[in-house]
């Protein structure tokens, strides 16, 4: 049986890292490497780099998540500061709109973090309801008060 010419071929890392970037075409890069167009694609196709291409989406996805959650830390201190500056201030109607504002937006991190119980109805055999719930942490039982859409 034939052995893979691009699995053989002594710029391998660089055509799989080329083939993971998604940057350029299998054509580009068979190109750029002046390397068969079939080769390549069976390279690819074959599996042989299916596993590189793999674990880069998990770390794309990773990063993305590590980069939402440094967004929701930040936006966590930016409200207790601005809650401070409004009852610092002495401004009740200051003070209540950073919490409605900060109340909204617990209500969307929550969501999002797939933390709130929810109660969703769906109808089984002979048109009776059927519920699911969801676990809700403690931490968010804490806060839930604050918001008005919520109910535990």
């Not at 936006?75 to 009852?87: G, S, W």
């Amino acid at each position: 049986m034939a052995k893979c010419s691009i699995c053989q071929h002594p710029k391998r890392k660089e055509i799989d890292k080329a083939l993971v970037s998604g940057t350029a075409s299998i054509r580009n890069i068979a190109s750029q490497f002046t390397i068969s167009y079939d080769a390549l694609f069976r390279h690819v196709k074959n599996g042989h780099i299916k596993a590189k291409i793999e674990k880069a989406a998990v770390a794309q996805e990773k990063a993305e998540a590590e980069d939402f959650l440094t967004h929701l830390q930040n936006k966590k201190i930016r409200f207790n500061e601005m809650a401070k500056e409004a009852k610092d201030s002495g401004d009740p109607h200051l003070e209540l709109k950073v919490y409605q504002v900060e109340s909204k937006f617990v209500e969307m991190e929550g969501k999002a973090l797939g933390a709130f119980k929810e109660k969703v109805e769906h109808t089984g055999k002979n048109g009776a309801p059927i519920e699911h719930q969801i676990n809700v942490p403690e931490e968010v039982k804490k806060v839930a008060h604050l918001l008005p859409n919520v109910k535990l």
